[in-house]
C-alpha cells in the first residue's frame, strides 16, 4: 500500500512538473509575441484560408490553444473580429495544438532535466530579457519532459493497485465513461497535452491501447473547451457566441469520427506507443478541420441564430471591451 501511495504521489508531481511546464512555455512565448499576435489576428484574418493558417501560425508561437481561444473571446467581445473569422482561426488552433504533443511523443523524457538545468544557467547569466524569456520557454519545455519521465515511472508502478486499475479497466469497457473523465480532467488542469501526455505514458506502458487511448484524446479535445467558455462569462453575447462556436466544432468533430476511431488508430498504428497517440490527435485535427471548413460560413449563421442577443445585450455590448482598445 505504501508503494502505491508512493507512485501515486509520484505521479502526481509529475502532472504538476508537466503542467508548470506548459505554463512556463506559454507565458514566456506569449510575452517574446503578444503585439505581433494581436496585429495578426486583426490583419490577417478576412479569408477563412488565412484565418486557418492563422490559427496555425499564432498556437504554434505560443504554445496554447486556450489562450488564443480566449484572446478571440476578447477580440469578438470588441468587435475587432467577426464570428466567421473566428470560426475559421478556431480551426488553425486545433491543428497547431497538436505541436506540442509532437514534441512530447519524442523519447526525450531522460533528458528534461538536463534541459531544464542548462537553460536556467543561461536565465540567471543573461541580463537580455528576450533571452531571458526565451531561456524560460525552454526551461518549461525541460520541465514538462522531465514531468512526464516522472508520470512513467510512477504510473508503471500503480499497475499493482487495485483503484487505479480498476479505473483504467472502467475506462477500457465503457469509452463514454473515458471521454467524460478524461474531459474533466482537462477543463480542470486546463490542458489537453497534459492528459494527452498521460495517455502516452499508459500506452507505452501497456496499461492501456492505442484504441483505448483515442478515447483519452476525443475527452482532451472536449475539455478545452472550457477555457473559452470560462472566459466568456461576463462578456458580450459575441464573445459568448465564440466561446459557444469553439465547442459545438468540438463536440461535432467527435461525434463524427467516434464511430470509426478505433479504425482511424488502427489505420495510423506504427508499434511506437507514444508517437502513434500523438500521430492520431494530429490526423483527428487535420481531418475535422479539412470536413467543416466549408461549412464556416454555414456554422457561424447556425451559433448566431442559435444564440441570438437579448436586448441587454444590444444596448450594452461592447460596453466593457472595446475595439479601441485592442487597437491602443
Excluded: C
Aim: net charge positive.
Amino acid at each position: 500500500m505504501v508503494d502505491n501511495h508512493s507512485s501515486f504521489v509520484l505521479a502526481l508531481a509529475g502532472i504538476a512538473f508537466f503542467m508548470y511546464g506548459l505554463n512556463l512555455v506559454s507565458e514566456n512565448l506569449q510575452r517574446l509575441t503578444a503585439n505581433r499576435t494581436r496585429d495578426a489576428l486583426q490583419k490577417l484574418s478576412a479569408k477563412p484560408y488565412l484565418g486557418v493558417f492563422l490559427g496555425v501560425l499564432i498556437t504554434l508561437m505560443i504554445q496554447s490553444s486556450g489562450a488564443v481561444t480566449s484572446m478571440l473571446v476578447g477580440l469578438g467581445s470588441a468587435g475587432v473580429i467577426n464570428l466567421q473569422q473566428v470560426m475559421s482561426i478556431i480551426l488553425g488552433t486545433t491543428i497547431g495544438s497538436t505541436f506540442t504533443v509532437q514534441i512530447i511523443s519524442f523519447n526525450i523524457a531522460q533528458y528534461g532535466l538536463p534541459i531544464f538545468v542548462l537553460s536556467f544557467i543561461v536565465y540567471f547569466l543573461t541580463q537580455k530579457r528576450v533571452l531571458r524569456d526565451a531561456m524560460a520557454a525552454v526551461m518549461g519545455f525541460g520541465l514538462i519532459f522531465w514531468g512526464l519521465e516522472m508520470i512513467a515511472q510512477g504510473t508503471t508502478d500503480l499497475r499493482h493497485s487495485q483503484l487505479f486499475m480498476g479505473l483504467l479497466t472502467s475506462m477500457k469497457a465503457n469509452p463514454t465513461y473515458a471521454i467524460l473523465f478524461t474531459a474533466f480532467f482537462t477543463a480542470v488542469v486546463h490542458s489537453s497535452a497534459v492528459t494527452i501526455g498521460f495517455a502516452m505514458t499508459l500506452v507505452t506502458s501497456q496499461l492501456i491501447t492505442l484504441g483505448d487511448s483515442v478515447y483519452w484524446v476525443f475527452g482532451a479535445n472536449l475539455g478545452t473547451t472550457a477555457t473559452a467558455l470560462v472566459a466568456s462569462i461576463g462578456g458580450n453575447y459575441v464573445g459568448k457566441q465564440v466561446a459557444w462556436a469553439h465547442t459545438f466544432y468540438k463536440i461535432a468533430s467527435v461525434l463524427l469520427f467516434l464511430p470509426f476511431a478505433e479504425q482511424l488508430a488502427d489505420w495510423i498504428a506504427t508499434g511506437n506507443g507514444s508517437r502513434d497517440v500523438a500521430n492520431f490527435h494530429t490526423v483527428f485535427n487535420i481531418l475535422a478541420a479539412v470536413v467543416f471548413y466549408p461549412g464556416i460560413q454555414w456554422g457561424a449563421r447556425l451559433v448566431e441564430k442559435i444564440m441570438q442577443p437579448s436586448e441587454n445585450d444590444k444596448k450594452f455590448s461592447s460596453q466593457f471591451i472595446t475595439k479601441k482598445d485592442w487597437e491602443s
